[in-house]
């Protein structure tokens, strides 16, 4: 079997890990020659930029679209219930030559419910209403990525697909993940070259909120993470002159720059905070499109600037209430 795999764009963060590995390992795999079988399968990457600015009682966040070759598809939006969503990169649309449509993973994501308390919790896993969601996006991958039979060259922390999870759940408040999907591979062995490829179970890592007493800022998240851009606040520190021109252009964002700076976005007004952020956005976007939205504690998600393209929600559960919280661990008293 044959592999091509095309570029996409992504979402961006300042903890997202290196994945030029990655892209030079597709990048031979898409110049090779090879015949079309029916079999063939074509992973698209998404890539790009994702800022996340934790306002008051909001989480609003912006992602611009930075595609890595002509056929690149955007960052999406998957709805995972009332209190979460996943901007979802890396390799998020997958393409089988016998088939018309694609395979995206933003669709057809079901509504989860958390595990029971006895049950078995692995390494690096998240809470349980995460786990559930990382395990759903965990057994949409699994067939895709076992067609994967020619050998890359990924590192052991290179992930193959990323989530950035944000959320509002009732019982815990404002939270941002980096759900992060690997993959290994081992030789099946014979004369030809044809390897076995296993998706691993997602890891999680909490960008959002921080430890105690540590600032409460701005979250970024790059895909791909090499080259790393200037994260936001080092614009704002170092006296960008296209961020200080949005800065100066209203007071009203002059003292959200202000809070950011004191490391206490928590207190930000979350009209004035959607305001500055798509300020930034159409500044550091420049060409590109980009999308904003918000996850309020009181009325969920809702966009700012819609994606050029539909959004798929989460299928419903009809047994779950609408207001059944998802998240069972403490709250953050900070």
Known sequence: MCLHWEYAIAVTCTRCIPIGALLLALSSWAAAPCRAQEDEIVANLAGGRVIILPARDTLIFGAIDQPLEAKSVPPRVAALGPEHIGILFGASEWQITA???PIRLDRDVPETRPPGKNVYRPPDSGEPDLEAIGVAFLEKLRP?????????????EDPIFQ?????????YGPEVWLVEYRAEQESVGGATEYWQTHIQRPRFTQLYPPEKHEAKTVVEVNFPADPQPVPLMGLI???DPRIAQVRNADPKFAKVVELLERGQANKVNPDDAADFLRAV??????????????MEESRGFQWIVQPQEPVEKAKQDQDRPPDAPTLVRKPNPN
């Open 99 to 101: 088939q018309p449509r």
């Open 144 to 156: 895709l990525v076992s067609s994967l039979h020619h050998k890359f060259d990924l590192k052991p």
């Open 163 to 171: 989530i950035v999870l944000i959320g509002y759940p009732r019982s």
């Open 237 to 239: 520190q170092s006296g």
């Open 281 to 294: 956005l159409t500044v550091l976007a420049g060409k590109s499109p980009f999308i904003e939205g918000k």
